[in-house]
């Protein structure tokens, strides 16, 4: 079974419980924070998982391991949890950069969790501009 590496450190009780669920049923197993050597990763099928918004005293964090990620040729996959709540969370420069985004209610986010459909989502679920997201190939 494939691993999705959820990189966020201060998610709520709830957000973190959505996430693992919605990576279980789409096959992976969830695993809290990135594997310390990427390069020991199952690069066609391990996939990078950041819940949106992002605390900010985790942007720094999640940033780095999506380049990290991204870097290796892994998938990164940025699911919007839930629109700002009064502020209390951010969206680090990488998404985007690094990462597709897809709101948590997509009918696509299985897929894109599998690399099958390739979106670009707001919160909401509206489109979003498409970006190129570069990854290195083995």
């Known amino acids: 079974m494939p691993n999705a590496y959820i990189f966020n450190e201060h998610l709520d009780v709830d957000d973190r419980s959505a996430l693992e669920n919605i990576v279980r049923s789409a096959g992976f197993a969830p695993k809290n924070g990135a594997h310390a050597n990427v390069s020991s990763l199952d690069l066609a099928n391990d996939v990078g998982v950041v819940g949106l918004p992002v605390a900010p005293e985790d942007e720094a964090v999640v940033n780095a391991r999506m380049q990290a990620f991204a870097g290796a040729g892994i998938r990164v996959v940025c699911i919007w949890l839930h629109g700002e709540k009064g502020g209390t969370g951010g ?3 990488g998404v985007g950069k690094y990462g597709t985004t897809v709101d948590i ?5 299985t897929g894109v969790l599998k ?15 498409s970006r190129i997201t570069k990854r290195n190939q083995c």
């Open 91 to 93: 969206v680090p420069e």
């Open 105 to 109: 209610d997509s009918p696509d986010l």
């Open 115 to 129: 690399g099958e459909v390739d979106v670009w989502e707001e919160p909401g679920g509206a489109p979003s501009p």
